[in-house]
């Protein structure tokens, strides 16, 4: 039932690319000769009347009375708009002139192709909620390729940051007279100069920064949260130091902690988290491994007397800063004016602040007695999980990887069929079957060169059965035949089981062909290779439960061994009841003669010289496999239980026919 619920949900829900909207644009001018600018600024208008509906057009309008107000808030909107749609990777556009005829607005991205699409949304939403036209040019552009979706690829590898700055013109001569009438009242007039130090007191937890990014001044409550996690350094270590080393920027995302950065963001809400440094707990610690005892700091240094005062503050969360960056011409420096983010007296414990740290002015006091939850921290643990989702699909899929892995392992040391069935939780020995008919194959490697040197030669005798059984294991492929084993230098493979398999004498015959064939293309240097097959009945199955073998019992295994330890090198050697199936197919064989052979006296064998018709093999392809199969072997087989009528030769129509056939029979 939730398979199917979640497969409606599937089909309802989809996710277009951002190549749709470019692609739809491009289709439609090559339809109608249309510019494809046109249909991307009409795409841009249908958007802002689609949301509309869903109630966003009064977020838009409470953003301010005037549409400058707006322009000054989109980034702020894109902020809030993060809680509910996550994965928003947003732009970024900021106003960086304003008069009476209009405005410059700034418009930053990482996905080229869309400032004609954003010219559409501004005109509409104009139009739509401020009752204005406005006509919007372009005065600059960077990196905005058209019809793209991301931006272009810089050469150190990463994206380009699209920039196109835009001249926006419209009526703007009300907003402006009422900043005039700001600036020229009288109770403007009248103020004094402020000093910093005042400044730092009404909002104890601010930073003063230069040109350089460096702190020239902090807030007293500030510096001191600074010392909870910094005990073993003065304050006046912060003073002068890169507020990058101390301080990390987490709103508004993508962007450096620059000083153009944060001198243009000015309308922006910011968020700064302060690393952690050494506690107390640590610098105790780190102290008793250097003298054995516990440091105690001396009575005349009030830092480190407060720092004990609160020892209970080790293991201190990072403290949350959020406000504004405002430029202060008069000392060209930045003041971030901001307050820290604290949901409830218990996180106000955990961060080692107390309320009479907290502003004065302000509600911060007041959301800390009534337990209110700050989006900023929502939204930090929105990050938390989404990170430990990532770790989880990360190790989901390196699960699934060694679980692929471990399975090839497995399929390497038993057949596929009998280790499903083994995860199906049968016994071992339930998976013991007797086959009828099957045909076993020995080879063993021959090798002519010999050293003085044992350790040389004992590497180059692995070199060459490593060559050699890699090709080996090139044309086993169940299920037409299944490698058994390898010892030392015999390699040992069956057709007819553990997957029976009708054809099994010809697909025995063209692996030994193909063994002979691989030994002569490699050119290994005094390497050949013997080979003996033999057909009968055998007992199959699973030995051992730590290290599970798949083991073949009976006489045809002895016989066919046999076979090969009798047989010459670079020969097959098959016995006469293997010889007379062969014959049926028209196999090439010559009769060697009476062989002696251990446990069975005299018995009749022939050499396998060619497949059928003077062919040796014929590889196909099916199902993503190799296989080496004779010419015209399968098609007797199978003639009398399918419909098929194919050609004498299996070659031209060899995937067709095979498959076909191979279906059929299983069946």
Request: proline fraction near 4%.
């Amino acid at each position: 039932m939730y398979g199917l619920i979640m497969q409606g949900v599937k089909d309802a829900v989809l996710q277009y690319p951002d190549s749709l909207i470019p692609d739809l644009a491009a289709a439609l001018s090559a339809i109608t000769g249309r510019s494809i600018d046109d249909f991307m600024v009409f795409f841009g208008r249908c958007f802002v009347r689609f949301f509309s509906n869903f109630g966003y057009d009064e977020l838009i309008k409470s953003t301010g009375r005037y549409f400058c107000d707006f322009l000054h808030s989109v980034d702020n909107i894109h902020l809030q708009m993060r809680f509910t749609y996550r994965k928003m990777k947003s732009p970024s556009m900021q106003l960086i002139e304003v008069d009476e005829k209009g405005a410059v607005l700034v418009y930053r991205s990482t996905r080229s192709g869309f400032s004609k699409y954003l010219r559409g949304q501004l005109m509409e939403i104009a139009k739509q909620l401020y009752n204005m036209d406005i006509t919007i040019k372009v005065l600059e552009s960077q990196n905005d390729v058209p019809g793209g979706t991301t931006g272009p690829i810089s050469i150190q590898g990463g994206l380009k940051t699209v920039i196109v700055k835009y001249r926006l013109d419209f009526d703007n001569r009300e907003y402006m007279e009422k900043r005039v009438h700001i600036k020229a009242h009288p109770s403007q007039l009248t103020l004094p100069s402020v000093s910093s130090s005042l400044l730092l007191e009404l909002f104890p937890f601010a930073l003063i920064l230069n040109e350089k990014m460096c702190i020239t001044a902090a807030g007293e409550k500030l510096i001191e949260s600074w010392m909870l996690n910094n005990v073993t350094k003065s304050p006046n270590e912060l003073m002068g130091a890169k507020v990058t080393d101390h301080f990390k920027l987490r709103r508004p995302t993508g962007i450096t902690f620059t000083w153009d950065n944060m001198k243009r963001l000015q309308t922006v809400n910011f968020e700064i988290q302060l690393l952690k440094g050494q506690t107390v707990l640590e610098a105790e610690e780190a102290s008793a491994l250097m003298d054995n005892k516990s440091a105690v700091p001396e009575p005349d240094d009030p830092s480190k007397l407060m720092s004990v005062a609160r020892r209970g503050s080790h293991g201190l969360k990072n403290i949350l800063l959020k406000g504004e960056m405002r430029y202060i011409k008069d000392i060209n420096s930045l003041v971030f004016l901001c307050s820290p983010l604290i949901n409830n007296l218990e996180e106000l414990r955990e961060v080692g602040l107390y309320l009479n740290d907290l502003n004065t002015h302000g509600l911060s006091r007041e959301m800390v007695f009534s337990g209110f939850s700050h989006n900023s921290r929502l939204d930090l643990m929105c990050e938390r999980e989404e990170k430990r989702a990532e770790e989880l699909e990360t190790s989901l899929a390196l699960a699934d990887s060694w679980k692929r892995q471990g399975d090839e392992l497995l399929y390497s040391m038993i057949p596929r069929s009998i280790a499903e069935r083994l995860r199906e939780g049968q016994n071992p020995l339930e998976t013991c079957q007797t086959f009828e008919d099957v045909t076993v194959l020995f080879a063993e490697i021959q090798e002519s060169l010999m050293s003085d040197d044992s350790i040389k030669y004992a590497m180059t005798t692995v070199t060459t059965l490593n060559a050699a059984f890699s090709a080996f294991d090139s044309l086993v492929q169940t299920p037409m035949a299944y490698k058994v084993e390898t010892v030392g230098k015999v390699y040992m493979a069956v057709s007819g089981a553990p997957d029976p398999n009708p054809c099994h004498v010809q697909h025995t015959a063209d692996l030994a062909l193909g063994m002979l064939q691989s030994i002569h293309d490699l050119k290994l240097p005094g390497v050949g290779v013997k080979i003996g097959v033999h057909t009968g009945p055998i007992v199959a199955g699973i030995v051992g439960l730590k290290v599970p073998r798949y083991c073949l019992f009976g006489d045809t295994v002895n016989t066919s061994s046999r076979m090969e330890s009798s047989s010459d090198i670079n020969k097959i050697q098959v016995s006469g009841y293997t010889a007379n199936k062969l014959k049926k197919y028209g196999y090439k064989l010559t009769f060697r003669g009476k062989v002696a052979v251990k446990g069975k006296g005299d018995m009749e064998t022939f050499w396998l010289e060619g497949g059928p018709s003077g062919t040796t093999t014929t590889t196909i392809v099916l199902g993503g496999f190799q296989y080496a199969v004779g010419a015209d072997k399968l098609v007797s087989e199978v003639r009398g239980r399918t419909s098929l009528f194919a050609d004498p030769h299996v070659d031209g129509k060899a995937q067709e026919v095979f498959g076909s056939a191979f279906v059929q029979v299983r069946r």
